[in-house]
């Protein structure tokens, strides 16, 4: 009976894997401009963004943010209007004073003027430009930990590269909830000059 039990655990598991791979969820649009294993550097069209800013600790912040911005684009906002998921959910890096910004990226459909007002005043519309970045990709989870080390990866990058830094780092999300680790597709990105 365990067995049964562990084989269906693993269907479902890998269901959700392949609904995750398959579902095309709309990124923000870049060129790339250089690629050196799992760095890139990148120019970034600007693009319009839901924010919400949340004090506490990285994953309290992040996951009480994603829970605001995700009840605006669930019909939380003056039309009622339903907004498509789209990919990263965007935040700072962990960091000491415990402020976070979480920003969802509009669908290309939509400019400022066409989003509906949100229902919660603590969701703000802005149009988002990072210009040119630099990033560095990794998988697993964007824990606290993961995220500060791969920060460092892309700081030591950057000085090897002799790149100025013009912004805070972000934590970029690609993945559901539901996807497994080896599946998962972060990013750390930054403004450059």
């Known amino acids: 009976m365990k067995k ?4 269906f655990v693993l269907i479902v598991l890998l269901s959700l894997q ?3 791979v398959i579902m095309a969820i ?3 649009e870049y060129n790339l401009l250089e690629k050196e294993g799992k760095f890139e550097l990148r120019v970034y069209n600007s693009f319009a963004v839901a924010r919400t800013r949340v ?7 992040t996951v009480a943010g994603f829970r605001k911005i995700a009840n605006y684009i669930f019909g939380g906002n003056e039309r009622q209007l339903s907004i498509a998921m789209t990919a990263p959910v965007i935040s700072n890096v962990p960091n000491e004073e415990g402020v976070y910004n979480i920003v969802f990226v509009m669908p290309r459909e939509h400019t400022l003027s066409s989003l509906p007002a949100p229902n919660d005043s603590q969701v703000k519309l ?3 430009d990072l210009g040119k970045t630099a990033v560095v990709k990794f998988g697993g989870w964007a824990t606290k930990s993961r995220a500060d080390y791969y920060k460092k990866e892309l700081i030591e990058f950057l000085r090897k590269k002799e790149y100025v830094v013009k912004s805070e780092f972000f934590v970029a999300q690609y993945n ?3 996807a497994l680790p080896p599946f998962r597709k972060n990013e750390i990105i930054v403004s450059i000059e």
């Open 176 to 178: 559901s909830p539901w």
């Open 18 to 20: 392949i609904f995750n």
């Open 126 to 128: 802005e149009d988002h």
């Open 4 to 7: 049964k039990k562990n084989f």
């Open 26 to 28: 709309e990124t923000p």
């Open 55 to 61: 004090e506490n600790d990285y994953r309290e912040a």
